[in-house]
């Protein structure tokens, strides 16, 4: 079960205490190490110093992070003082000693009345979960573009409501926010009061819960570039290519739920750790605390993390050395990794990062900061990954990873004795759209079939672009019967798809095969048989699915 934020909150605070309480328990502890630094009789001052040094260095790293940045400041220049004592190998006077003490007798242990900040609307605006079908506000006067425009995102199954007047728009925005606004800036005085309600509805805020797509004429810079400060999150250039604007819509549905983005957190200070794993989940991510270096191949075949959060500074291991670790491991290589320390010299900082490391947060950092940053790194990291796998156009698997995939189900169904069916799909008379509409348009064809396999299947369903106008299925758990009403379902919302070519409008169809998976058979053989069944579909007379005899 996940953690509410209020307990969250109620974690934070505790911890903020437990760490006051235990620098009070450590405070006597440093002071009497300083003072046996004074005494002359004290052999190996170096140690001592280093030793020392090494408090004060985590200090101001942890210190601002539970609300005492004066404490941590000080515990920097402690920091740096022991520092150029080492460097220079030369001990320290009584004087230089003295004014030591008094800096630290200066510190004051009481921290600061500011409570810890809150991420609730950063946990808001990422991870709100809700259906793959979106409420969108449409602001078109031109009916050809608004009734294409709506007779495709209705057919995905979204709630469409289509506006040519502000007044009416303004009404509605009032009732109820949607999704996604479409904002055609074609007309000056729409775009005049479709910019008011942008504002006024703060559209073009990162926080925003709706999106905003705009509709321009022109494909240069300077319009990009306006979107942009807009605040949209899409730009579509007229005639719309209403299967690209539905398939932003998809996307963007889908990321809402997607699963949480892991984190895995490697610090030796345990609290420290605690505290960064709490800031993270309040932001809708899910993270795991290692404080032992050695264990971390074992947590990273556990956890699978998105990003690393790496502590520069450790025992027996350095940050970077670890990183360099990881890195061996190709598995691994994709993983960004973020350095963590209260080191401020740039030089250092940059050494770090040349050692396999992907960014570096300097302590103490802000608990926004803190998930902004990593929510960034991990989005970026999952979008780089998905395209590694991804057919470019559709968004779906490549030939090779689907083949992958589909066969550690078959190995998986053959394990549980549950039904897996492999479907053939092929998109009927193709050649004569790209022939009669252009390969643009039948790119356009391509990515709305996409689009519906993907909002019409299961989570669990593999979807490939398997060459040319050809998909392949596979749907784990799931009778040859069932498999039939589901893609036949899908072939009938296809058929209805409206499209629009230069010289006409005009609809298309596909040709399914459905077989059940033999797991004495292979990926290839079980593919054929779906391959067999589709060409039968194709000889009495296209537009339908046929079921492969077992």
Excluded at 104 to 119: D, F, R, V, Y
Excluded at 178 to 190: G, M, N, R, S
Excluded at 243 to 256: H, I, K, P, S
Excluded at 525 to 541: F, L, P, S, V, W
Aim: a negative charge; charged letters at 25%; one cysteine or more.
């Amino acid at each position: 079960m996940a953690t509410s934020p209020q307990d969250i909150q109620v974690q934070l605070e505790q911890l903020r205490q437990d760490y006051q309480t235990s620098l009070q328990q450590q405070w006597p502890d440093l002071m009497a190490e300083l003072r046996q630094l004074m005494q002359p009789s004290l052999e190996d001052w170096q140690a001592t110093a280093l030793s020392l040094k090494q408090h004060f260095h985590t200090l101001a790293g942890s210190a601002g992070t539970f609300g005492m940045h004066q404490l941590g400041q000080q515990a920097k220049a402690l920091e740096l003082e022991l520092t150029s004592w080492l460097e220079a190998k030369q001990r320290p006077e009584t004087e230089q000693c003295q004014h030591l003490l008094e800096m630290m007798e200066e510190i004051s242990l009481q921290t600061s009345t500011s409570t810890p900040e809150a991420t609730t609307s950063f946990q808001q605006q990422f991870k709100d979960e809700q259906e793959q079908k979106a409420l969108i506000y449409m602001l078109e006067d031109d009916e050809q573009t608004g009734e294409q425009l709506r007779l495709t995102l209705a057919t995905f199954g979204h709630e469409v409501r289509w506006y040519k007047a502000c007044s009416e728009l303004q009404q509605a925005f009032e009732q109820k926010m949607p999704d996604i606004f479409v904002l055609d800036l074609a007309c000056p005085i729409k775009h005049q009061h479709g910019c008011g309600l942008i504002k006024e509805y703060e559209l073009d805020s990162a926080s925003a819960r709706t999106a905003l797509f705009v509709i321009g004429e022109k494909d240069g810079f300077d319009d990009y570039l306006a979107a942009v400060r807009m605040g949209a999150k899409g730009y579509f250039v007229k005639p719309i290519n209403a299967g690209a604007l539905e398939a932003r819509v998809q996307r963007m549905l889908l990321q809402r739920l997607q699963a949480p983005f892991r984190v895995l957190i490697v610090d030796d200070d345990v609290m420290l750790a605690q505290h960064y794993k709490l800031v993270i989940e309040q932001a809708g991510l899910v993270a795991e605390v290692l404080t032992e270096p050695g264990q971390v191949f074992k947590g990273l075949k556990s956890f699978q993390p998105d990003v690393i959060l790496l502590d520069v500074n450790m025992p027996d291991c350095s940050g970077p050395e670890l990183a360099q670790l990881i890195r061996f491991q190709d598995e691994w290589l994709g993983v960004p990794i973020i350095y963590l320390s209260s080191e401020t010299d740039s030089q250092r900082q940059l050494d770090a990062l040349v050692k396999a490391g992907d960014d570096f947060l300097s302590k103490p950092i802000t608990d926004q900061a803190l998930a902004v940053t990593v929510f960034a790194r991990a989005q970026r990291a999952r979008q780089l990954a998905e395209m590694m796998t991804r057919d470019s156009l559709t968004g779906l698997l490549q030939h090779a990873n689907i083949k992958d995939r589909l066969s550690d189900e078959i190995a998986k169904a053959s394990r549980s004795r549950e039904p897996l069916v492999v479907v053939m799909l092929d998109i009927d008379h193709f050649k004569r759209v790209n022939d009669e509409h252009g390969h643009l348009m039948g790119d356009q064809v391509i990515t709305s079939l996409a689009n519906l396999l993907k909002q019409q299947l299961r989570k669990s369903d593999l979807v490939g672009r398997y060459g040319g106008e050809e998909f392949l299925l596979g749907l784990p758990d799931c009778p040859p019967e069932k498999a039939h009403k589901i893609v036949d379902a899908i072939r009938q919302k296809f058929k209805q798809l409206p499209f629009t070519g230069d010289k006409s409008s005009f609809n298309c169809t596909f040709s399914a095969g459905i077989a059940l998976v033999n797991s004495k058979l292979s990926t290839d053989e079980n593919i054929d048989r779906a391959d067999q069944a589709m060409y039968q579909a194709k000889e009495q007379g296209r537009n339908r699915v046929v079921l492969a005899d077992n």
